[in-house]
């Protein structure tokens, strides 16, 4: 088994020592043993949960989800299907942000597609589309005056 110091861990995940601390105080790690010098030690052990929540962020999995992840890798009663509902809500929750992307580059070409480059800048359908696509919501606040301030 091997020891590592805070420094040698981080540097063996490809984490900043913050991290370490940041997974230690939100229970992501546990506790580590120290030293007599007050200096924590950790073990393989650690690295490997360190991995496996930086690998479950890297699949987008939030924290707190890599967590309950992290609790069914060590149930004795938890089954596979737990494992497939995290993973399943986060497939639905990937599959709207890639909707949403598609549709911001569908606008975004239509943009450049209209975009006369040689015109002046005010001219630039893309600085007409980023000035009037709030304003709807604008002139929607400035109607609704707090009573008073009239």
């Known amino acids: 088994m091997g020891t590592f110091k ?5 540097a063996a995940a490809g984490v900043g020592r913050d991290t370490i601390r940041y997974y230690e105080r939100n229970g992501l790690l546990p506790a580590p043993d120290r030293t007599a010098a007050g200096y924590r030690l950790y073990g393989d052990v650690d690295l490997d949960r360190l991995n496996f929540i930086r690998s479950a962020q890297e699949l987008g999995f939030t924290l707190e989800q890599a967590r309950q992840l992290l609790t ?3 149930s004795d009663t938890a089954t596979a299907a737990a494992v497939l509902e995290i993973t399943l809500a986060k497939i639905k929750e990937a599959e709207g942000r890639l909707e949403r992307l598609s549709h911001i580059r569908d606008i975004l070409r239509d943009l450049a597609q209209d975009c006369p480059g040689e015109a002046p800048a005010s001219e630039c359908p893309i600085l007409v589309y980023l000035a009037a696509k ?4 604008q002139d929607k606040a400035m109607k609704k005056e707090p009573p008073g301030e009239r």
């Open 6 to 10: 805070i420094g040698q861990l981080a």
């Open 134 to 137: 709030r304003r709807p919501y």
């Open 72 to 74: 069914l890798t060590v």
